[in-house]
């Protein structure tokens, strides 16, 4: 087993539920790929002190037996998931703060941070996105947001979905979807939509000049990755208009996306409203996107 690169390696956020265990699953495969370690990670949310002692006590009871439940959970999803989990450098951590900024705080330290696209608390309450919407938005390198397996129909030979425009940020997330596909054997789907703004040029306006402007930011943006990966085909999709609806439509016939956590604007969380969060929170398939890590603008 290869030293991780980092303190947690492949950190899965898990809370027992549906979504929880398909992220174990999908980050233990990733884990395996990468010859990193995994750790699984349970918050036990803060709780206001109560006017009972007693109740107090039963309360924390209650959740000390839940985290423990939890983490046994993850990690026979761990097993049952990789053939060979004895070669798994496989941790374990529960920790007794907010949920959001404990992880956010742990993403600092992983490869990558995985969740599932909802969960629940301690008391088998959903959280409708909660922790997922939190992670886009705060948390540190690449997010990957995984659905209920049991929901999703993932065909392991589809290619690697990324989508492109040109900014710093598309930039970090075309790296890695090179690397995801290079990692799976698949090809990658490089998506550039010319136009964003809802409509076509105006009156007076050649839309083939920003078509031909379109091609120029896709080839330039994939000229060196396709040089450093040369096992990895390269398929080019070029869109006009509304990339969040077109990176929905091409995630049918894929296996992951990639995307960056802000855009052409250059305004952090900018583009994660309209795109981003849009596609990871709607995409049938596991969705990565790649924020800053601490300390880049």
């Known amino acids: 087993m290869a030293e991780s690169t980092t303190e947690y390696g492949i950190l899965v956020g898990v809370d027992g539920s549906a979504e929880s265990d398909a992220a174990v699953r999908w980050a233990s495969r990733e884990a ?13 949310g803060l709780i206001p002190d109560w006017p009972s002692p007693s109740r107090q006590a039963q309360i ?22 990789v053939t060979e989990p004895q070669s798994l450098d496989l941790r374990t951590e529960v920790i007794h703060s907010d949920i959001v900024r404990a992880l956010v705080s742990a993403s600092a330290q992983a490869t990558m941070t995985v969740a599932g696209s909802r969960g629940m608390d301690a008391f088998g309450r959903f959280l409708l996105g909660s922790v997922s919407n939190g992670l886009l938005h ?5 997010v990957a947001i ?32 090179f690397d995801e596909a290079s990692l799976r054997g698949v090809p990658l789907v490089a998506l550039h939509a010319w136009s964003d703004v ?3 040029p105006i009156l007076g306006m050649d839309w083939r000049d920003y078509e031909a402007q379109g091609e120029r930011v896709l080839a ?6 396709q040089e450093r990966y ?26 992951l996306v990639v995307v960056g956590s802000c855009g052409r604007g250059g305004f952090p969380g900018k583009l ?26």
């Not at 290619?159 to 940020?169: F, K, N, Q």
């Not at 330039?220 to 990755?225: A, D, E, N, V, Y």
Request: aromatic share 4%; proline share 4%.
């Open 32 to 44: 395996v790929m990468r010859a990193e370690r995994i750790t699984l990670m349970h918050v036990v």
């Open 60 to 81: 924390s009871a209650q959740r000390e037996q839940n985290a423990g439940n939890v983490i046994e959970q993850a990690h026979k999803a761990v097993l049952a998931s």
């Open 138 to 142: 705060h948390a540190y390198g690449a």
């Open 146 to 177: 995984i659905r209920d397996d049991d929901a999703m129909e993932v065909d392991q030979n589809a290619p690697v979905l990324v989508g492109i425009d040109g900014s710093a940020a598309s930039e970090a997330a075309t790296a890695l979807a």
């Open 198 to 200: 809802g409509v076509f």
């Open 220 to 225: 330039k943006r994939l000229t060196g990755w």
């Open 230 to 255: 040369p096992d990895v085909k390269v398929h080019r999709r070029l869109v006009c208009d509304k990339p969040a609806r077109w990176l929905l439509e091409e995630s049918r016939r894929a296996q």
């Open 272 to 297: 994660l409203g309209s795109v981003s969060s849009a596609v990871a929170h709607s995409a049938e398939v596991p969705v990565i996107v790649v924020r800053p890590r601490l300390g880049e603008a």
